[in-house]
């Protein structure tokens, strides 16, 4: 998903993807250099640590500009969100919930349910596997 239409293509050729916004590949290059991982960049953020919460904080705007373009589009009751992102709980969820109020369509004033996936960071794994099993037919 585009984030970012004058940002650089991944390796999939998307234009400035959600993935090169929050994904752990990228924490090198969005720090600086400073922070090797996700869960790096995380720890400082818990630690007060400036230059980590400009970091996960803009990571974080993206996936929810990415959410509520979605969810401005088709309206769901829920978002699920998986992969590794989901296990840094709180430190994700709180200021997502917080910027989905400043950026979701509202017009009834019902907020859209954000949770973690059940399945966590293996979802994309497990639901690729039960599509190859079901022969694409999922």
């Known amino acids: 998903m585009t984030v970012d239409a004058?940002?650089?293509?991944?390796?999939?050729?998307?234009?400035g993807s959600l993935?090169?916004?929050i994904g752990n590949h990228t924490v090198k290059a969005r720090s600086f250099?400073?922070?090797?991982?996700?869960?790096h960049l995380v720890e400082a953020y818990l630690q007060g640590d400036p230059e980590a919460t400009r970091v996960?904080?803009?990571?974080?705007?993206?996936?929810?500009?990415?959410?509520?373009?979605?969810?401005?589009i088709t309206d769901p009751q829920r978002v699920l969100v998986g992969g590794g992102i989901?296990?840094?709980g709180d430190a994700l969820f709180k200021p997502l919930v917080a910027?989905?109020?400043?950026?979701?369509?509202?017009?009834?004033g019902q907020a859209v349910e954000i949770v973690p996936a059940q399945l966590?960071?293996?979802?994309g794994a497990?639901?690729?596997a039960r599509n190859a099993m079901l022969g694409g037919r999922a």
């Open 33 to 39: 250099g400073r922070f090797e991982s996700t869960w």
């Open 19 to 21: 993935e090169d916004a």
């Open 86 to 88: 989901c296990k840094d």
């Open 126 to 128: 497990i639901g690729a």
């Open 99 to 108: 910027y989905l109020e400043e950026l979701e369509w509202r017009p009834t």
């Open 6 to 15: 004058l940002g650089p293509r991944d390796i999939v050729r998307t234009q």
């Open 56 to 72: 996960w904080l803009d990571s974080i705007w993206y996936l929810a500009a990415a959410i509520a373009s979605l969810v401005n």
């Open 120 to 123: 966590g960071h293996e979802a």
